[in-house]
T-cell receptor, first 114, second 114 residues
C-alpha cells in the first residue's frame, strides 16, 4: 500500500539552528500538508500546499517556517532558527483530493530542540 | 471556537467488549467530512474511518463504525470486540467544505484490559 515517507524519524538540534524535515508524499497525490503535535497535545495544522504554492497556513506557520517541493517528489518543511518550543512531532500528509477521505499521514519526525 | 470536542480524556474497556469514543463538532458548512485516526504509542497516525456529511448511512470499516448523528453534531466512534492492540490515542478530525485542512480534537486515550 502506498505510504508517505518522512525522514529523519528523530532529529535533535541546537536552539537557533536551521532544520529541514523531509517528506515523500504518495506519487499521485496533489495536496500536501504539515501538521505538528507537541508531546501529549492535539495535532495542529501548519500549512497546506497545492500546485507549488501554499494554499493555507495557520498562525503557527510564521516567518520562521517555509515549505518547498524542490524536485517533484520531496516536500520539505524548513525551520530557520529553531526555538525550544518547536520541539514536537511533525507529520507530513498528502491527499489526492481533499474532497475524498484520502489523507495519508507519514510516521512523523520527532524534533527535539536543546 | 472549539471545532472538535472530545470530552473523554481517557477510557478503559475490557477485552472483547465494545467501546464508544465521543466526538462532537461545530460547523456552519453544509458539506464536511469527519475522520477518526488512531495513534499508537509508536506515534504514527493511522486512518480508521470517514463519514461525509451527506452520507445517508453510518460508515463502517471492519470493527470500527461511526455513529453519525447530524442533528446533534456528533460522530462517535464505536469499536466492537476490543483487542489489546486497540490501546492507543484516538483522534476525531473534521474537514470543512471551504478548506482542505483537518482540524483535530484533543484525543481520547483508550486502554484495553485483559
Amino acid at each position: 500500500e502506498p505510504e508517505v515517507t518522512q525522514t529523519p524519524s528523530h532529529q535533535v538540534t541546537q536552539m537557533g539552528q536551521e532544520v529541514i524535515l523531509r517528506c515523500v508524499p504518495i506519487s499521485n497525490h496533489l495536496y500536501f500538508y504539515w501538521y505538528r503535535q507537541i508531546l501529549g497535545q492535539k495535532v495542529e495544522f501548519l500549512v497546506s500546499f497545492y500546485n507549488n504554492e501554499i494554499s493555507e497556513k495557520s498562525e503557527i506557520f510564521d516567518d520562521q517556517f517555509s515549505v518547498e517541493r524542490p524536485d517533484g517528489s520531496n516536500f520539505t518543511l524548513k525551520i530557520r532558527s529553531t526555538k525550544l518550543e518547536d520541539s514536537a512531532m511533525y507529520f507530513c500528509a498528502s491527499s489526492e483530493s481533499p474532497g475524498l477521505y484520502g489523507y495519508t499521514f507519514g510516521s512523523g519526525t520527532r524534533l527535539t530542540v536543546v | 471556537a472549539q471545532k472538535i470536542t472530545q470530552t473523554q480524556p481517557g477510557m478503559f474497556v475490557q477485552e472483547k467488549e465494545a467501546v464508544t469514543l465521543d466526538c462532537t463538532y461545530d460547523t456552519s458548512d453544509p458539506s464536511y467530512g469527519l475522520f477518526w485516526y488512531k495513534q499508537p504509542s509508536s506515534g504514527e497516525m493511522i486512518f480508521l474511518i470517514y463519514q461525509g456529511s451527506y452520507d445517508q448511512q453510518n460508515a463502517t470499516e471492519g470493527r470500527y463504525s461511526l455513529n453519525f448523528q447530524k442533528a446533534r453534531k456528533s460522530a462517535n466512534l464505536v469499536i466492537s470486540a476490543s483487542q489489546l492492540g486497540d490501546s492507543a490515542m484516538y483522534f476525531c478530525a473534521m474537514r470543512e467544505e471551504y478548506g482542505n485542512k483537518l482540524v483535530f480534537g484533543a484525543g481520547t486515550i483508550l486502554r484495553v484490559k485483559s
